[in-house]
Protein backbone atom coordinates (compact mmCIF):
# COMPACT_ATOMS: atom_id res chain seq x y z
CA UNK A 1 0.00 0.00 0.00
CA UNK A 2 1.59 3.04 -1.21
CA UNK A 3 1.37 5.86 1.50
CA UNK A 4 2.55 9.71 1.46
CA UNK A 5 2.88 11.31 4.93
CA UNK A 6 3.35 14.97 4.77
CA UNK A 7 4.97 16.99 7.90
CA UNK A 8 5.79 20.85 7.79
CA UNK A 9 3.66 23.83 7.03
CA UNK A 10 1.80 26.33 9.45
CA UNK A 11 2.53 30.05 9.32
CA UNK A 12 5.09 32.13 8.70
CA UNK A 13 5.27 35.92 7.81
CA UNK A 14 6.18 37.35 4.45
CA UNK A 15 9.44 37.10 3.10
CA UNK A 16 10.11 34.28 5.61
CA UNK A 17 11.25 30.56 4.82
CA UNK A 18 9.44 27.12 5.40
CA UNK A 19 10.42 23.62 4.04
CA UNK A 20 7.65 20.99 3.86
CA UNK A 21 8.24 17.10 3.66
CA UNK A 22 6.75 13.78 1.86
CA UNK A 23 7.74 10.91 3.12
CA UNK A 24 6.89 8.12 0.98
CA UNK A 25 6.22 4.12 1.35
CA UNK A 26 5.30 1.43 -0.70
CA UNK A 27 6.13 1.75 -3.90
CA UNK A 28 8.51 -0.47 -5.43
CA UNK A 29 8.81 0.67 -9.02
CA UNK A 30 11.85 3.12 -9.89
CA UNK A 31 10.11 5.42 -12.49
CA UNK A 32 7.72 8.17 -11.26
CA UNK A 33 6.97 11.52 -10.33
CA UNK A 34 6.27 13.46 -7.16
CA UNK A 35 4.41 16.55 -7.32
CA UNK A 36 3.17 19.15 -5.38
CA UNK A 37 0.31 21.03 -5.38
CA UNK A 38 -1.94 24.00 -3.60
CA UNK A 39 -5.04 24.04 -3.44
CA UNK A 40 -7.09 27.42 -2.04
CA UNK A 41 -10.92 27.88 -1.31
CA UNK A 42 -12.88 27.54 -5.17
CA UNK A 43 -9.76 26.75 -7.02
CA UNK A 44 -8.46 24.28 -8.88
CA UNK A 45 -5.43 22.10 -7.11
CA UNK A 46 -2.56 23.45 -9.21
CA UNK A 47 1.13 21.61 -10.04
CA UNK A 48 3.90 24.15 -7.95
CA UNK A 49 6.82 21.91 -8.80
CA UNK A 50 7.81 18.21 -9.46
CA UNK A 51 10.66 15.95 -10.05
CA UNK A 52 10.85 12.59 -12.14
CA UNK A 53 12.73 9.89 -10.44
CA UNK A 54 15.09 12.40 -8.04
CA UNK A 55 15.98 14.07 -11.53
CA UNK A 56 15.07 16.77 -13.84
CA UNK A 57 12.85 19.20 -11.76
CA UNK A 58 9.77 21.66 -12.61
CA UNK A 59 8.56 24.86 -11.12
CA UNK A 60 6.13 26.91 -12.24
CA UNK A 61 6.55 30.03 -13.17
CA UNK A 62 5.06 31.87 -10.26
CA UNK A 63 7.35 30.17 -7.79
CA UNK A 64 10.53 29.89 -10.00
CA UNK A 65 13.98 30.92 -7.97
CA UNK A 66 11.65 30.84 -4.61
CA UNK A 67 11.00 27.64 -4.03
CA UNK A 68 13.01 23.91 -4.37
CA UNK A 69 12.27 20.92 -4.85
CA UNK A 70 14.75 17.53 -3.95
CA UNK A 71 14.91 14.40 -3.35
CA UNK A 72 16.69 12.33 -0.21
CA UNK A 73 16.59 8.60 -1.75
CA UNK A 74 17.91 6.92 1.83
CA UNK A 75 15.00 8.26 3.27
CA UNK A 76 12.38 8.13 0.72
CA UNK A 77 11.56 11.12 1.23
CA UNK A 78 11.06 14.44 -1.24
CA UNK A 79 11.54 18.05 -0.15
CA UNK A 80 9.83 21.53 -1.05
CA UNK A 81 11.89 24.19 0.02
CA UNK A 82 9.65 27.51 0.04
CA UNK A 83 11.97 30.76 0.44
CA UNK A 84 10.74 34.48 0.06
CA UNK A 85 7.27 33.58 0.88
CA UNK A 86 4.68 35.65 -0.49
CA UNK A 87 0.87 35.87 1.18
CA UNK A 88 -0.54 34.87 -2.72
CA UNK A 89 1.92 31.46 -1.16
CA UNK A 90 -1.20 30.62 1.03
CA UNK A 91 -2.67 27.78 0.55
CA UNK A 92 -3.17 23.77 1.88
CA UNK A 93 -0.13 22.13 -0.05
CA UNK A 94 -0.12 18.94 -0.97
CA UNK A 95 2.20 15.92 -2.24
CA UNK A 96 1.29 13.71 -4.66
CA UNK A 97 2.93 10.23 -6.74
CA UNK A 98 2.08 9.14 -10.44
CA UNK A 99 2.97 6.17 -11.51
CA UNK A 100 5.27 6.56 -14.68
CA UNK A 101 6.41 9.99 -15.99
CA UNK A 102 5.19 13.52 -14.82
CA UNK A 103 1.63 14.89 -15.34
CA UNK A 104 0.29 18.35 -15.51
CA UNK A 105 -3.01 18.24 -13.84
CA UNK A 106 -3.62 16.79 -10.39
CA UNK A 107 -6.12 13.86 -11.69
CA UNK A 108 -3.35 12.53 -13.41
CA UNK A 109 -1.99 11.39 -9.80
CA UNK A 110 -2.21 8.11 -8.24
CA UNK A 111 -1.19 8.89 -4.97
CA UNK A 112 -2.22 12.14 -2.48
CA UNK A 113 -0.44 13.19 0.72
CA UNK A 114 -2.96 14.43 3.37
CA UNK A 115 -2.32 18.18 2.96
CA UNK A 116 -1.08 20.57 4.87
CA UNK A 117 -1.96 24.57 5.67
CA UNK A 118 1.07 26.89 4.39
CA UNK A 119 -0.24 30.15 5.76
CA UNK A 120 1.72 33.40 5.03
CA UNK A 121 0.89 36.95 6.31
CA UNK A 122 1.85 39.99 5.44
Known amino acids: QVQLVQSGGSSVQSGGSMRLSCAASGYTDSRYCIGWFRQTPGKEREVVAR???????FYVDSVKGRFTISQDNSKNTVYLQMNSLKPEDTAVYYC????????????????WGQGTQVTVSS
Open 51 to 57: IYTGNLP
Open 96 to 111: ALRRGYCAIFAGDYDY
